[in-house]
C-alpha cells in the first residue's frame, strides 16, 4: 500500500500542513521527503516531497515538475505561485511556522515507515504485515497503537469479523467500550499473546503487546471466528510484535511531535497576550463564535502529568467523534479543552461525564471538572480558563464544605464563588472565630449547653423550626425553648447579627478542608 498525498495531509492534519494547490488531487504517490539545495542536480526526486526553506517561484515549481516530485512544501505562498503550482501540475503545500523542517522531514519519513521496508526478511510494509498474521493464524489482524488508532488491518476474504471490527476500520480508531480499560491493561501487561472475550457481544480475540526495549508501543489483535486459530498463533504473533516495533516506534515519534506542537499551541492559546487568529484558526476555532472552557482535575489535585496528558487526549478524542472544534491538551496537572460551543450544550455535559469515568477508572480517585462562562472571542480565553479552575475548585471541596457535584459551571456558582473569595479575606483574621459567634461557643463552654450546634441547623432549615427539630433529633416546642434561652445570650432578633453568625458558622466548615 502506498502512501498519497491524501494521507500525508489527513496524518499530519491541517494544523501541520495544508493544501494550497493539488492539480492532480489527493491520490497522488508520494516518497522520500528532500530538503531543496537550490545546487542540487534534481536526480533521485520522483515522487519526492520537496521541502523548500527559502523564498519559492515559479520557475522552482516548474523544475520540480520537470524531475517528476508530487509535491512542494513552502512557508507561505501569494496567488502567483499557487497558479504557477497548477500549471506546472505539481501540489503545493503551506506548512506551519511552528515546525521545523528537520521536523516536518522526520514527520513525513516516519509516516513513510507504515509503507516502507524495515529490516531484511520483514513485510514491505504494516497492512502486509498484517495480511501475513492473518493468513498465518487464520482470523482478522488489526495493528494499533497506544490510542487505540488502528494503523493497519488484514484484508484476506473470507475471514470472520465482527461490527467493533468494522467500526474500527471505518473510523480508524477501536470504538469506546467501558471494559477496554482493563482488556488493554491486561494485554500492556503480560509479555506474551492474551486472549481477551470482553465486550461480550463480540468475537473473542487474541491479542499481544508491541514493545521496543521493553517500553509499550501499541498491540497486535486477531478474531476468532467460528474456525479455530492455528495452533502456534500465539507464537505467530509474538514474531509479528518484534517485527511490528521498528514501524510504531517511528509512528509513536511522530504522535510525541504532534503531541509537543499542539501542547505549545494550548499553551499560547490560554496564556493570551498574543494575536489569536492563527491560533484559533490551527484548531479550527473562529475568532468570533460561541468558546467554552473546561478544566479536568483529580479531586484532591494530586494528579501527576502523566495523567493529565492522557485525560487531555480522551477530551480531544470525545470531542473530535461529536465534530466538536477544539484545543484540547494538558495544562500542569489538569486536561484542558478550548472548545467552539456554547456551554450549556446536554452533549458537551456528555463527553465530560465519559471522561471523567474513564479517568477514573484508569487512575483511580475522584476526577471532577469546571466549565467557564459562555465566551465570545478567542482574546477571552485566559479569563475563561480562570473561571473553569474556579469552578473546579469549587467541586473539588470536600463534602460539607461548598463543593457540589462532580461538574461545575461557574455562571450557577456565583454564592460558592463569594463564600470562598470571604474565606480568603478572613481566613487570618481573628474575627472568623471572634463575636458574636465566640459568645455562643463560650457560653457552651461555660455551662455545657449545645448553642452553637443549634444555631448551625436553624440557619441551615432556613430559620425553619420543624426542619431544624428534625435534624437535630428534638420536639419542635423544645427547640424554640432552647432558642428563647439563646436570645438571653445573645440577640436573635437583630437581623445583621443573624447574619454574621451565618457567615461565620458557614465559613467555619470551609477552614475544615484539609490543604487549607
Given at each position: ?5 491524501g ?54 515549481l ?28 505539481v ?7 511552528e ?63 465482527d ?5 474500527g ?8 467500550h ?66 511490528a ?98 456551554a ?8 465530560i ?89 463560650d ?65 467555619q ?8
Amino acid at each position: 500500500m502506498s502512501i498519497t498525498l491524501g494521507v500525508l495531509l489527513d496524518s499530519l492534519g491541517a494544523d501541520l500542513v495544508r493544501p494550497l494547490a493539488l492539480p492532480r488531487g489527493r491520490d497522488v504517490p508520494i516518497g522520500s521527503p528532500c530538503i531543496h539545495d537550490p545546487d542540487q542536480t534534481g536526480t533521485g526526486l520522483a515522487d519526492a516531497v520537496l521541502l523548500v526553506a527559502g523564498r519559492p517561484t515559479a520557475g522552482m515549481l516548474d523544475w520540480a515538475a520537470d524531475h517528476q516530485a508530487a509535491a512542494v512544501v513552502v512557508r507561505a505562498a501569494a496567488d502567483p505561485l499557487v497558479e504557477a503550482a497548477g500549471r506546472a501540475g505539481v501540489a503545493l503545500l503551506r506548512c506551519s511556522t511552528e515546525v521545523g523542517w528537520g521536523e516536518l522531514y522526520t514527520l513525513i519519513d516516519t509516516l513513510l515507515a507504515l509503507t516502507g521496508p524495515v529490516q531484511e526478511g520483514a513485510s514491505a510494509d504494516l497492512f502486509e504485515l498484517a495480511n501475513d498474521l492473518a493468513v498465518r493464524t487464520g482470523g482478522a489482524v488489526a495493528i494499533e497503537d497506544l490510542s487505540m488508532r488502528v494503523l493497519a488491518y488484514s484484508t484476506i476474504p473470507g475471514q470472520e469479523v465482527d461490527d467493533m471490527r468494522r467500526d474500527g476500520i471505518l473510523g480508524r480508531r477501536v470504538p469506546d467500550h467501558p471494559s477496554h480499560v482493563e482488556e488493554y491493561a491486561m494485554v500492556l501487561r503480560s509479555e506474551t499473546a492474551v486472549w481477551s472475550r470482553e465486550p461480550r457481544e463480540t468475537l473473542p480475540r487474541l491479542a499481544i503487546a508491541v514493545r521496543d526495549r521493553g517500553q509499550a508501543l501499541g498491540s497486535i489483535w486477531v478474531v476468532a471466528g467460528e474456525q479455530p486459530l492455528a495452533s502456534n498463533a500465539a507464537d505467530v504473533l509474538a514474531e509479528g510484535a518484534r517485527l511490528a516495533a521498528p514501524y510504531l516506534a517511528r509512528f509513536n515519534l511522530a504522535a510525541n511531535n504532534d503531541r509537543r506542537i499542539r501542547a505549545e499551541r494550548l499553551s499560547r492559546l490560554l496564556r493570551g497576550g498574543e494575536p489569536t487568529r492563527e491560533l484559533g484558526d490551527s484548531f479550527g476555532l473562529a475568532p468570533h463564535a460561541p468558546l467554552t472552557v473546561i478544566v479536568v482535575g483529580k479531586a484532591d489535585g494530586a494528579a501527576a502529568n502523566s495523567a493529565a496528558a492522557y485525560t487531555g487526549d480522551l477530551l480531544r478524542a470525545g470531542l473530535a467523534a461529536y465534530r466538536l472544534r477544539a484545543a484540547a491538551g494538558s495544562h500542569g496537572a489538569h486536561a484542558v479543552a478550548v472548545v467552539g460551543a456554547a456551554a450549556d450544550g446536554p452533549v458537551l455535559e456528555s463527553i465530560i461525564t465519559t471522561v471523567l469515568a474513564r479517568a477514573t477508572d484508569q487512575f483511580g480517585g475522584e476526577w471532577r471538572a469546571g466549565i467557564s462562562r459562555p465566551l465570545h472571542d478567542l482574546s477571552d480565553v485566559p479569563t475563561g480558563l480562570a473561571q473553569a479552575q474556579q469552578a473546579l475548585d469549587v467541586v473539588c471541596m470536600i463534602s460539607g464544605s461548598f463543593g457540589k457535584g462532580t461538574i461545575g459551571r461557574h455562571d450557577q456558582l456565583a454564592a460558592s464563588l463569594f463564600l470562598i473569595d470571604t474565606f480568603q479575606a478572613m481566613r487570618f483574621r481573628p474575627s472568623l472565630e471572634g463575636e458574636p459567634l465566640s459568645i455562643v461557643s463560650d457560653h457552651d463552654a461555660r455551662h455545657g449547653t449545645d448553642y452553637v450546634r443549634t444555631l448551625r441547623c436553624w440557619i441551615a432549615a432556613g430559620y425553619d423550626i420543624p426542619r431544624a427539630a428534625e435534624a437535630l433529633v428534638l420536639h419542635a416546642n423544645t427547640l424554640r425553648h432552647r432558642l428563647r434561652r439563646l436570645s438571653e445570650v445573645i440577640d436573635l432578633d437583630d437581623q445583621d447579627l443573624r447574619l454574621a453568625l451565618a457567615l461565620q458558622l458557614r465559613l467555619q466548615e470551609f477552614s475544615t478542608k484539609p490543604d487549607e
